[in-house]
């Protein structure tokens, strides 16, 4: 008689994410993407967000930025992965990555302003559901077990601290999200829609809302937004509206070469020549490597 393995939802998902990152590997030609390519497959880049992409909050979550991110994050995925699949069943278990994925992706959204990718905001919230677990089955895990579980958490937070490419906010926010979430839904045989279940699956719902609304908040009010945003008037050619958003965002930042080197080709355009060369002069004072800027100066001189 032969014996097949036990299919895993997780497997799933490890096939998807390495998929992707051949995808990645053929239009970047490099095991270490650079940020435009992470951007175009879906990175959660903040003034996107911002401007209404959500999706980014829950693609980034398929996404690695190198090999060795992308093996790391595999890895555990296929250890945890498994016995939270048995713990809560398939439906819960996909329910209980993804929610905590986009936990993830919110905390990063509202702590950072970097570009970010990763499954590992969804991998802390399978932590969480251990934690879910050792909360309502306290008899399930013995003291061994939990110190242990508590120590990989540790150490992981603390490589967040010591190593500032890694996006720990994501980590803490992931972490709490799939404690709240395997709260709101239970594990396997436990009711879904009990009472008790609902009011919690409704704060859920209510806490991904505020915290989006936060975020968009926080970053519409940032230069780096503005910077975005005036970014794309000018492709637009909406000349005006660029203006005041590089005039926004330098009263918000004011050494930012960027805005300077816009706006001096802005009133360049509009005939204001000392203000072209303001501009252009200040933006090599912040970068005084800035070709571009120079050569705009020279051609005004």
């Known amino acids: 008689m032969i014996k097949y393995k036990k299919f895993y939802l997780s497997h799933i998902i490890i096939a998807i994410n390495s998929i992707i990152f051949i995808l990645m590997f053929l239009v970047d030609k490099s095991l270490s993407f650079n ?21 980014r909050l829950i693609t980034p979550i398929f996404l690695h930025s190198d090999i060795t991110h992308i093996l790391f994050n595999m890895y555990a995925l296929n250890i945890l992965g498994k016995n939270i699949e048995i713990i809560y069943g398939r439906v819960k278990f996909i329910i209980i990555y993804l929610t905590a994925g ?11 302003k970097s570009v970010a990718v ?12 251990y934690i879910y677990l050792y909360i309502s089955r306290p008899n399930v895990f013995n003291t061994k077990f939990l110190k242990n579980l508590l120590s990989i958490i540790g150490l992981n937070l603390f490589l967040g601290i010591v190593f500032p490419n890694i996006d720990n906010w994501a980590h803490i926010w992931g972490l709490v999200g799939g ?64 203006e005041s958003e590089f005039n926004t965002g330098i009263s918000r930042n004011d050494n930012v070469e960027d805005f300077h080197y816009y706006l001096g080709h802005i009133n360049l355009s509009k005939g204001n020549i000392q203000k072209a060369i303001y501009h252009f002069e200040k933006a090599i004072e912040i970068n005084p490597g800035f070709t571009e800027a120079k050569q705009a100066l020279d051609n005004i001189k």
Not at 118 to 129: C, E, N, P, Q, V
Not at 187 to 197: A, L, N, Q, R, V
């Open 35 to 55: 940020v435009y390519t992470l951007i175009d497959f879906g990175a959660k880049y903040n003034p996107l967000i911002a401007s209404g992409e959500y999706y």
């Open 102 to 112: 986009l936990f993830g992706s919110l905390g990063s959204f509202i702590f950072t």
């Open 118 to 129: 990763g499954a590992s905001g969804a991998i802390f919230g399978l932590f969480g559901a």
């Open 179 to 242: 404690i709240i979430i395997s709260w709101a839904i239970g594990i396997k045989g436990e009711k879904t829609f009990s009472p008790k279940k609902i009011i919690t699956q409704i704060l859920t719902v209510l806490l991904i809302c505020t915290s989006l609304t936060v975020g968009i908040k926080i970053n519409k009010d940032s230069w780096q937004y503005n910077l975005f945003k005036g970014i794309d008037y000018l492709k637009e050619n909406k000349i005006n509206k660029a």
